[in-house]
């Protein structure tokens, strides 16, 4: 199993050049011509396969930051800020859904290049495993500090994928008396397989997981949402450098300005039958 705290994605952009609108697009405070590498850990991994077994696809989502100003020496953060994450197979960069998975999103998974010149994904596994299928060994795992991932495996009824994801719990409840246990930890990454295309999918879901029994599973998906009229006088208000501000006040963008960040909340449930399996990870 995939040690994620060990394994990363580390990144080299192009060499930057100016937006011909925004004085801090992307948010790169540097000169023209300047590069900068980036690296993060991994949060999990999502595996899709056939009905015969065959893995179709393999995406990862990346730790998250808050949006910034890079590479500053002062006013790093941004405000208004945003969650920026990146979710991506070996080749792409998967849209990160905004919206709730009934209503359709004009996105497009993209190239890795497109953005990189360089990437390097760095996969570390854990020595061994032993799969805990009682809840005795996972209560004694768990109180003995033992590292602790999750496998949970479903099949979407559209296509017939078999999605499998991987990931490290990292809360677990026990009611040790009673022989109870529940997993409740993310964040995971779902694919929204509407936009499955056989090679690619072209927009996931940021979800957490929870599970108390063997053969189900629940998600709370995460969407966008707007926040009221008088919450966003304070919520718009950029403090130190404003990203949306013109190089040139009399040379605007059409659309200009452009959307400021929307709040995001965990609102949307998926309620799917599975096999889940808790598994002590062992370092070496």
Same mark, same amino acid.
């Given at each position: ?42 949060d999990s991994c999502c595996r899709l396969r056939d009905g015969q077994g065959r893995e179709m696809a393999e995406f990862f989502l990346g730790a ?43 996105v497009r998974a993209t190239l890795l290049s497109r953005g990189f010149q360089d990437w390097h994904l760095n996969l570390r596994a854990f020595a ?10 996972? *209560?004694?795992?768990t109180l003995a500090g033992a590292a602790l991932n999750a496998r949970t495996c479903y099949t979407d009824a559209g296509t017939g994928l078999e ?30 397989? *509407? ?9 996931? !879901?940021?979800?957490?997981?929870? !599970? ?6 629940? !998600? ?38 452009? *959307? ?25």
């Amino acid at each position: 199993m995939i040690n994620f705290p060990r394994s990363t994605f580390t990144w080299q952009i192009h060499p930057w050049t100016p937006d011909p609108y925004y004085k801090w697009a992307g948010g790169f405070v540097g000169k023209p011509g300047q590069v900068y590498h980036v690296r993060f850990d991994l949060d999990s991994c999502c595996r899709l396969r056939d009905g015969q077994g065959r893995e179709m696809a393999e995406f990862f989502l990346g730790a998250p930051c808050h949006t910034e100003y890079t590479i500053a020496h002062t006013n790093l953060y941004q405000i208004p800020s945003a969650e920026w994450r990146l979710a991506f197979s070996r080749t792409h960069s998967l849209p990160i859904a905004r919206r709730p998975s009934d209503e359709r999103e004009e996105v497009r998974a993209t190239l890795l290049s497109r953005g990189f010149q360089d990437w390097h994904l760095n996969l570390r596994a854990f020595a061994g495993e032993r799969v805990l299928r009682e809840v005795g060994p996972i *209560a004694e795992a768990t109180l003995a500090g033992a590292a602790l991932n999750a496998r949970t495996c479903y099949t979407d009824a559209g296509t017939g994928l078999e999605v499998e994801l991987e990931y490290p719990v990292n809360v677990m409840n026990l009611n040790v008396a009673d022989g109870e246990f529940q997993v409740c930890t993310g964040p995971v990454l779902l694919p929204d397989l *509407a936009t499955w295309d056989g090679s690619q999918v072209h927009r996931v !879901f940021v979800a957490h997981a929870a !599970f108390s029994r063997f053969d189900r599973v629940e !998600f709370i998906l995460r969407r966008e949402v707007e926040a009221a009229p008088e919450e966003r006088a304070w919520l718009d208000q950029p403090r130190g450098r404003d990203r949306l501000e013109l190089a040139d006040p009399e040379k605007r963008p059409p659309g200009d300005p452009p *959307a400021r960040p929307r709040p995001t909340v965990f609102n949307e449930i998926w309620d799917l039958e599975a096999r889940n399996a808790v598994v002590e990870v062992l370092e070496g």
